[in-house]
């Protein structure tokens, strides 16, 4: 793709070359229409009629050079008269080579000439050098594209394209990512924007000036972005992101803006300050603070941000409480939920914190890795040698937490920690805010069992919909299938991506649901739904038209360099296509492997099966359920069990008393971990009311007697 200067240049070429003006104008494309000026002005300067004087001054002129040289006493010499064969055809020769030379000029013509043709000159340089400044300015480069990230030219979305790095988008361009797929902006002034998987934003301003001015106003639609933005300069710049629920507006700071179904809105900050506000209402929000914002116009009060990665263990449908990793999260209708979670699976989950009640959960997400991380914001309230209180909660510090050396009280500060089953909350490390926090992280990491060998396969690898009534809306039901027949062979940490091969100006968006999955046992089918919604034109859409999908293995933790296989979704308009039919066979969610089956028994006793040692979620487990270090790698080294697993058995076994070991047994048969967990706790409720049934017997015993 050319870029402006260069078209500019090929025009030039052209019209020296004798083009017409109208040929060098009649392909410039919508982008390049600003050009016309400039290539006008060229072509005007070139047909410029070129400087005649009068014979008689000519030949005067001449006589007062051959007097001169005869009074320095030099022989005249005279020039002879150019050859018409050395003259060069008119097409061959730039338009300024018919101009009369030197040697037809003299004196005050000469100079009028060559100041005539310097300021021309110097006007068109200028010229086009302040507008392709300009124009640069008014645009942002795409500095980082994983997976597929297209651009339209309006916010209709109609025709779509896909960018590569080192692309420029510009004012009025929508853009979106698909599945699995990342990209990273960067403005004229150095400010960048950083766009999630499955985010749609449009630039609805972007205008840049000398001097670091930058006018940015984006709307953001759904997705996630996160914002570094440099100070700004002068009175006139603002950096605008508006979402369905709300604006935020900065001068010069590191916040993300999250927006889910339905136009909620999330706003949290890293540095810096925001103002949030929607309807004439304002709330602040201070480093390490986050809101949330609903399309009604109401803005929660502003709170200290937490951010866990850990094991679902409990789910609590009618009182909307989830326990993660022994923390238990308050997750309402405002809660945007990724994918469906299951007991046992690692996820992230995003909040606010709220001292002595359940955390508040804004966000959940599975997690892109098996590394248990658990952080929270707030100001530093007092210090000890054993223990700190930041924002109103108690954390325990010992001889292994990592303090900062300019900790000072009433600093905001970043605390990691892990939660013990005593509900202590243990510190790894206090840090004040970083003032230039790292760039956020494209996409999730994993750590990988070089041992594992897992292979996949969609069934079926085709699915067809379609239909005679308008729909703007479907839903297919896919399947992925671990194809390998040993235990050691396991997949982790699975996330499926798409790409959009054809009828990308029908799709609105597109969803994966479940889109990833923290374990695959060898033989393990999973199944998961793709819904895909069109825009407002399909309906209108010709008979026999196709919009296509590709989904894909988009990463994994195990064997990353063998993501095999492919399901292609088409989406018919009108009555040609019939919807595949459902296999009537139902895939299996979970094969567990016989327990004889030891993939690596000398792995699986020494505990030595991954890249890190020690492994931190290994030894955060060991910590919270105070075992050792080698007992839960054992059980994770026999390639059945992720983390996440481990969790919850220990959890479990802690509240039902019964021995791991047995709960694993349990679940090596065949039980899921929902049928594990309330044949466990039915069995503990039973116990408890036999007892106190036998305690009540036995007190009125005591009275009667």
């Not at 020690?614 to 105070?626: D, F, I, M, N, V």
Request: proline letters at 6%; aromatic letters at 6%.
């Amino acid at each position: 793709m050319l870029n402006p200067d260069d078209i500019l240049q090929n025009k030039l070429a052209g019209l020296e070359s004798g083009q017409p003006l109208t040929k060098a104008l009649e392909d410039l494309s919508s982008e390049t229409a600003g050009l016309e000026p400039l290539i006008r002005l060229a072509a005007a300067i070139r047909n410029m009629p070129h400087p005649e004087q009068e014979p008689e001054v000519v030949q005067a002129q001449r006589r007062q050079v051959l007097e001169a040289a005869q009074m320095e006493a030099r022989p005249p010499q005279t020039q002879p008269a150019p050859s018409p064969s050395s003259t060069l055809p008119r097409q061959s020769q730039p338009f300024w080579a018919g101009w009369p030379s030197w040697k037809r000029l003299g004196g005050a013509a000469v100079a009028a000439a060559a100041g005539a043709a310097v300021f021309l000159c110097f006007v068109l340089s200028a010229g086009i050098g302040l507008w392709l400044n300009s124009r640069l300015q008014d645009t942002a480069r795409v500095e980082t594209v994983i997976g597929q990230v297209q651009a339209a030219n309006d916010q209709k979305g109609g025709t779509w394209k896909n960018l590569e790095a080192g692309d420029r988008v510009r004012q009025g361009q929508r853009l979106r990512t698909l599945g699995a797929s990342y990209a990273a902006l960067v403005f004229s002034e150095g400010s960048h924007t950083f766009l999630s998987t499955n985010t749609d934003i449009t630039l609805a301003r972007l205008n840049a000036a000398s001097g670091g001015r930058l006018q940015v106003e984006i709307i953001q639609e759904s997705g996630e972005t996160q914002h570094q933005v440099t100070p700004l300069q002068g009175s006139e710049s603002f950096f605008l992101v508006r979402t369905p629920a709300g604006a935020a507006s900065v001068r010069g700071t590191n916040f993300s803006v999250k927006v889910g179904p339905g136009g909620l809105a999330h706003f949290a900050v890293n540095t810096g300050a925001v103002e949030v506000k929607k309807n004439g209402q304002t709330v602040p929000l201070a480093a390490g603070q986050a809101t949330a914002a609903r399309p009604d116009g109401a803005i929660d009060p502003p709170s200290y941000q937490l951010k866990i990665q850990g094991s679902l263990l409990a789910v609590d449908e009618a009182a909307g409480i989830w326990n993660v990793s022994g923390m238990d999260f308050q997750v309402g209708e405002n809660t945007i939920i990724t994918a469906a979670p299951q007991l046992g699976d690692e996820i992230i989950v995003t909040g606010r914190v709220r001292a002595g009640l359940p955390q508040l959960a804004d966000a959940i997400q599975p997690a892109g890795n098996d590394v248990q991380t658990s952080y929270f914001t707030g100001t530093l309230d007092s210090l000890s040698s054993d223990s700190a209180v930041i924002g109103g909660i108690e954390v325990r510090i010992s001889p292994e937490t990592r303090l900062a050396d300019d900790l000072k009280i009433g600093q905001t500060v970043r605390a990691a920690f892990n939660l013990l089953m005593d509900q202590t909350w243990a510190a790894l490390e206090i840090s004040p805010l970083a003032a230039d926090p790292p760039d956020p992280d494209a996409a999730p990491t994993s750590t990988a069992d070089p041992l594992a060998m897992p292979s996949y396969e969609f069934v079926p690898d085709e699915l067809e919909t379609g239909g005679c009534e308008s729909a703007n809306s479907y839903s297919l039901t896919g399947t992925l299938r671990n194809t390998a027949s040993s235990a050691k062979d396991y997949a982790a940490d699975v996330r499926l991506g798409y790409l959009i091969d054809r009828g990308g100006e029908y799709i609105k968006s597109v969803t994966i649901d479940p889109a990833g999955w923290s374990r695959l046992s060898a033989g393990q089918s999973v199944s998961f739904t793709i819904h895909v919604e069109m825009n407002e034109t399909w309906p209108g859409a010709p008979e026999g038209t196709e919009a296509k999908l590709r989904i894909y293995i988009a990463s994994a933790a195990n064997r990353p360099d063998h993501l095999n296989g492919r399901l292609t979704v088409t989406i018919s308009a009108g009555c040609e296509a019939e919807t595949t039919p459902t296999l009537t066979s139902t895939p299996t969610s979970s094969l567990t492997p016989d327990l004889t089956q030891t993939p690596t028994p000398e792995a699986a006793e020494t505990g030595q099966c991954t890249g890190a040692d020690p492994h931190p979620t290994g030894k955060k487990l060991a910590q919270r359920y105070g075992v050792t270090y080698e007992e839960i790698m054992r059980w994770f080294c026999t390639g059945r069990y992720g983390f996440g697993e481990i969790d919850l058995a220990y959890s479990l076994s802690r509240q039902s008393g019964k021995p791991v070991g047995e709960i694993f047994a349990m679940r090596a048969s065949g039980m899921g971990w929902g049928d594990i967990k309330k044949a466990l706790l039915e069995n503990l409720d039973e116990d408890l009311d036999d007892k106190n049934d036998k305690d009540k017997k036995d007190h009125k015993d005591k009275k009667d007697r």
